[in-house]
């Protein structure tokens, strides 16, 4: 069974920092393109950052110069480090994963929520 947990969200003031991480079960995480989105209230959700098996990354720009995203094979987790953060930053941030060569095998973690005050 393929689970994704996210943890690491929590509340904090504009220009601070969290680090999110995205631990994963059932997966081998180099098998898959992993990505960070996000849901504000009322919103779409948007696309925040992937990065390949081989450490191509892609952010909009949005989040770019201010995000990181990032993988440890050995613990199977991938981390999106996000810095300089702004209250429009604020969201539910899902982990997702896209099998490299099926994307019908594809998944979702659960979400965490990220709240910016200004």
């Known amino acids: 069974q393929v689970q994704l947990v996210e943890s690491g969200g929590g509340s904090v003031q504009a220009g601070g920092s969290l680090r999110l991480s995205c631990a994963a079960s059932?997966?081998?995480?180099?098998?898959?393109?992993m990505g960070w989105y996000r849901q504000a209230p009322g919103k779409q959700r948007e696309f925040v950052a992937s990065?390949?098996?081989?450490?191509?990354?892609i952010y909009p720009d949005s989040v770019k110069g201010r995000f990181i995203i990032s993988t440890d094979d050995t613990e199977n987790t991938v981390y999106l480090r996000m810095n300089s953060l702004k209250p429009e930053d604020t969201a539910v941030y899902y982990c997702?994963?896209?099998?490299?060569?099926?994307?019908?095998?594809?998944?979702w973690g659960q979400g965490t929520q990220v709240t910016v005050s200004s």
């Open positions: 059932g997966i081998i995480l180099r098998l898959y393109n």
């Open positions: 990065i390949t098996s081989r450490g191509f990354t």
């Open positions: 997702n994963a896209v099998h490299k060569t099926n994307s019908r095998n594809e998944y």
